[in-house]
């Protein structure tokens, strides 16, 4: 389990905290009340034990703060004042429980196993999957009768896992989890402990594949034969909205789908060949993307393949006409492509989304020393910090398609950009939807209106650490996350409405099952004929747009929106597989504030979405 100890007696904080780890808990340790509720809001902890007297906000206040912003991770309070008035005063304040120093270790963590089973709902010790039985209190593990001695890292790693079960446990996660703030590992780090584990339980009678991989999003426990989870394991029911709950509820979405568009697909390769070339690359084009979002790789990259065949032929050419050799080209590649959809029957991996462009924190500022300060807090966060020198390298760079998590950057780096009014546009439209943190030295009116014309928060950054600034900025970041997004969206009075226009059924169906968590409004049209009174009669809070769809484009749909006095400030997107750079200039040369490539992940198209409406005043709450 993952535990924040803030104490400032710092010969007690270490002994408490060398004994948690001994009891294999990961701590964070901090001394004070206000890196508490920084560290708090920045990680998850499944426990937080707090002193009661703590410089700067007290143990008591940090209680009502938390409680008052909907944290409901379980507090012990420690103190020295054995009254009933600050016992009283403690509990009300959202403490779940109370000791008084000096205490007994061994009573220290029976009242940490009690807060942990109560909130977990835990009524037993015993953890168990299958013939795999791991108790909490004594940190003894067994397979069938035969124990398993192990480190620190793999009985919380096996712990972890055995918590969520079948549901997959990202390598993100499992880094938070398994070490403190002050450790970097990476992930290959992970891949090493899962390496061991699964050796050790392989030597007891574990079968090899007991601990699973799901390629590019985790591990999670194979639930066959012995190794089902008992019905009745309440630990073994994560809230729905569990990212590896949502992955497993998406590959079986994936499943349920796969036979109808099997069929839809094997029809349009059927009709391919007695069509014209526009005909032919729309199909070829519609495939792609279908077959990308289904997560069937090989199968989509045939069909881009095959676009990129039609792309060749004239748009007035007739099929009898087409060069021979191309045409036995096109007709090979239509046949792999039919052979390849035809012998997969189950979809058995989510799709391969981009690659998220980070965990970057850029930094921009003209102090020297200062960046590399900021650098190494950013090392302590399990970040990766990037330091420019000057704003147009960092334009650059955003155009060359690289974009941070964050960014940190002072008020005399960009002061250039104050003095040239397109340069100032073209950078803010640039980092649109990224967190930026601008330093100033002075505590003025004139510094935080420039912060706010630049588009990002204002720090002043004479009193602040560096570790302050960079939790700060953390803090920023947090909204782009799929707790972020979903704690963002619940300050809206009601559900935002998303408009989404593809003339592919199957892309809509998995939009709607990805955006569902987030609490989205989600309205979906195939035929742009009815484009404008769907609009009219949703009224959406944005658009989402294909670019290639019959009859009428993207494109067109995008001018047609913009040119009404109504709608010119409805934000749009758009959606596709297209990623060349004439294609997206074209889009924002229409009207667009956003672009996307197919596929994408429900959280990141939720982030653009939520990025574009903060941006426009009349729909903030």
């Known amino acids: 389990m993952k535990i924040l100890l803030v104490e400032d007696d710092r010969r007690l904080a270490n002994l408490v905290m060398r004994h948690l780890m001994a009891q294999h808990h990961v701590v964070d340790q901090v001394t004070d009340g206000a890196a508490g509720w920084s560290y708090c809001s920045t990680f998850d902890y499944d426990l937080l034990v707090l002193d009661l007297m703590l410089p700067q906000l007290d143990g008591i206040s940090l209680c009502q703060q938390l409680r008052a912003a909907g944290d409901t991770t379980p507090i012990l309070l420690l103190t020295s004042e054995e009254s009933s008035a600050t016992k009283i005063q403690a509990l009300d304040a959202g403490a779940d429980d109370y000791m008084v120093k000096p205490f007994d270790l061994g009573e220290l963590d029976a009242?940490?196993?009690?807060?942990?089973?109560?909130?977990?709902?835990?009524?037993?010790?015993?953890?168990?999957?299958?013939?795999?039985?791991?108790?909490?209190?004594?940190?003894?593990?067994?397979?069938?009768?035969?124990?398993l001695q192990l480190t620190s890292k793999e009985y919380t790693l096996l712990e972890l896992l055995i918590a969520n079960g079948i549901h997959v446990v990202s390598v993100e996660e499992i880094l938070e989890r398994l070490w403190s703030s002050e450790e970097f590992p990476v992930e290959s780090t992970v891949r090493s402990h899962v390496r061991r584990l699964r050796n050790k339980l392989q030597r007891v009678g574990a079968a090899p594949d007991l601990?699973?991989?799901?390629?590019?999003?985790?591990?999670?426990?194979?639930?066959?034969?012995?190794?089902?989870?008992?019905?009745?394991?309440?630990?073994?029911?994560?809230?729905?909205?569990?990212?590896?709950?949502?992955?497993?509820?998406?590959?079986?979405?994936?499943?349920?789908?796969?036979?109808?568009?099997?069929?839809?697909?094997?029809?349009?390769?059927?009709?391919?060949?007695?069509?014209?070339?526009?005909?032919?690359?729309?199909?070829?084009?519609?495939?792609?993307?279908?077959?990308?979002?289904?997560?069937?790789?090989?199968?989509?990259?045939?069909?881009?393949?095959?676009?990129?065949?039609?792309?060749?032929?004239?748009?007035?050419?007739?099929?009898?006409?087409?060069?021979?050799?191309?045409?036995?080209?096109?007709?090979?590649?239509?046949?792999?492509?039919?052979?390849?959809?035809?012998?997969?029957?189950?979809?058995?991996?989510?799709?391969?989304?981009?690659?998220?462009?980070?965990?970057?924190?850029?930094?921009?500022?003209?102090d020297v020393t200062f960046?590399?300060?900021?650098?190494?807090?950013?090392?302590?966060?399990?970040?990766?910090?990037?330091?420019?020198?000057?704003?147009?390298?960092?334009v650059a760079s955003l155009e060359a398609e690289s974009s941070p998590q964050q960014m940190i950057t002072s008020l005399e780096a960009l002061q250039p950009l104050c003095d040239h009014p397109l340069d100032l546009e073209s950078f803010r439209a640039q980092l649109t939807g990224i967190p930026l943190l601008i330093l100033g030295q002075r505590d003025s009116l004139g510094d935080r209106l420039q912060a706010l014309r630049l588009g990002g928060t204002f720090l002043l950054q004479s009193k602040a650490s560096a570790e302050q600034i960079v939790t700060a900025s953390l803090l920023a970041?947090?909204?782009?996350?799929?707790?972020?997004?979903?704690?963002?969206?619940?300050?809206?009075?009601?559900?935002?409405?998303?408009?989404?226009?593809?003339?592919?059924?199957?892309?809509?169906?998995?939009?709607?099952?990805?955006?569902?968590?987030?609490?989205?409004?989600?309205?979906?049209?195939?035929?742009?004929?009815?484009?404008?009174?769907?609009?009219?009669?949703?009224?959406?809070?944005?658009?989402?747009?294909?670019?290639?769809?019959?009859?009428?484009?993207?494109?067109?749909?995008?001018?047609?929106?913009?040119?009404?006095?109504?709608?010119?400030?409805?934000?749009?997107?758009?959606?596709?597989?297209?990623?060349?750079?004439?294609?997206?200039?074209?889009?924002?040369?229409?009207?667009?504030?956003?672009?996307?490539?197919?596929?994408v992940l429900g959280d990141e198209l939720a982030h653009r979405i939520l990025g574009r409406l903060e941006r426009i005043s009349t729909l903030l709450p």
């Open 211 to 366: 601990i699973s991989t799901l390629h590019g999003r985790g591990y999670y426990l194979k639930p066959s034969g012995a190794d089902c989870p008992a019905l009745d394991s309440p630990e073994l029911d994560p809230a729905p909205n569990h990212p590896g709950n949502l992955q497993m509820q998406y590959l079986q979405f994936l499943n349920e789908t796969w036979p109808t568009a099997k069929q839809a697909c094997l029809q349009e390769i059927q009709s391919f060949e007695a069509l014209s070339p526009a005909g032919r690359w729309a199909i070829a084009h519609r495939l792609a993307g279908t077959l990308g979002m289904l997560g069937l790789v090989e199968a989509g990259q045939q069909a881009k393949h095959l676009e990129v065949l039609c792309q060749q032929l004239p748009p007035t050419l007739s099929p009898q006409e087409m060069p021979p050799e191309l045409q036995h080209q096109i007709r090979d590649q239509l046949d792999q492509l039919r052979q390849q959809i035809e012998q997969t029957l189950a979809i058995t991996s989510l799709p391969q989304f981009p690659e998220s462009k980070g965990p970057e924190v850029w930094i921009l500022t003209e």
């Open 371 to 394: 960046n590399v300060e900021v650098s190494t807090a950013v090392v302590r966060h399990r970040l990766e910090p990037r330091v420019f020198e000057t704003w147009q390298a960092v």
């Open 477 to 599: 970041a947090h909204k782009r996350t799929t707790a972020g997004i979903q704690q963002t969206l619940q300050g809206y009075p009601q559900p935002l409405k998303v408009m989404l226009v593809d003339d592919d059924p199957y892309l809509l169906q998995s939009l709607i099952q990805q955006l569902n968590p987030f609490g989205f409004k989600i309205t979906t049209l195939a035929d742009p004929q009815h484009f404008w009174q769907v609009l009219q009669s949703v009224q959406p809070d944005a658009l989402v747009l294909d670019i290639k769809i019959p009859e009428i484009n993207g494109f067109e749909l995008c001018q047609v929106v913009r040119h009404d006095p109504t709608w010119k400030r409805l934000p749009i997107l758009f959606l596709s597989i297209l990623n060349d750079p004439e294609t997206r200039q074209r889009a924002f040369a229409a009207g667009a504030d956003d672009y996307l490539f197919k596929p």
């Open 111 to 147: 009242r940490i196993r009690a807060l942990l089973r109560r909130g977990q709902g835990q009524a037993a010790p015993w953890r168990m999957w299958g013939e795999l039985r791991l108790n909490p209190v004594t940190a003894e593990v067994t397979y069938g009768d035969r124990p």
